[in-house]
């Protein structure tokens, strides 16, 4: 029987160059979707996955991150005493309980396999989930709840995949798959942002991953790849030598946050579903066309 996902990393000390000028001074992961933060919809993803623990890989001037997942006093007074009752419990339901959240510093963004890294003295030696915030996947039971059921069926390691164009397939870490169908398929192969016409197959790595601890013995290394930066996809393609990797093509929606067009597609497509807003929404884009 597999060891149960209890932790999830949560990377969210890279720069945002993709959606500056905002992501100066307000973390991308701040960026709202509708009414919340990007950084609220992952943590409402892995608390549905059963996470316990949530540690946070942040860098400089991120602090306000931090300040999200704590009591804002005054604020709380204010609306207690304004009777505004459903926004304070809206406030306080997002709340950690005490001791739930880590928060680590990636003193640079030397790049996503150096903040997994980071994380790996609070993980231990346990299985674990990395979780992309910017990556905001809307899916009837939650991505990575999908991950863990796989991961429960299979063990080792599984990353949450999808397809997208031919033309598309440079810009992202793409999986090579063993001959079977479906679902839930047996990875051989991962590549980081392949030239153009030489990917090995369409499917995109999502976002969303469980590995098991071997990884940071991988990862200690520091070896630089795509983009001179240290790679997740560079220690994963090692830890395939040794151990099982999955690739679940989830079920779902994503919307790369971390790209202008991205956010503003989840922005609209968000407030569409949702009961209290979407039919005023519909009104407001359907007068801009
Ligand atoms: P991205 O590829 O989106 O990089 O990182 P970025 O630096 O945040 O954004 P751009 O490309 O400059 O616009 C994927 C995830 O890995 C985290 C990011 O915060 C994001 O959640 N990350 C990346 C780190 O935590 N540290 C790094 O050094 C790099």
Redesign the pocket.
Known sequence: MSKTIRKAV???????????PG?KTVA??LLNVVDRPIISYAVAEARAAGIEHFVF???RGKQALEDYFDHHVEMEAQLKAKGKTELLEELLGELPRPGEMSFIR?M?????G??VWCARDVIGDEPFAVI????VMDASVPALAQAVEAYDQVGGNVIVVEPVPESETHKYGIVALGGESGRLRPMTGMVEKPAKGTAPSNLIVS?RYILQPEIFDLLASQETGAGG??QLTDSMVKLMARQDFHALEYEGTTYDC??KIGLLRANVALALKRPDLGAAAREAILALL
């Open positions: 949560l990377p969210v000390a890279g720069l945002g160059t993709r959606v500056l992501a991308k992961e890989v942040t860098g990636q640079q963004p030397l790049g996503l150096h903040a992309l915030p910017d990556m976002g930066e240290i971390g790209d």
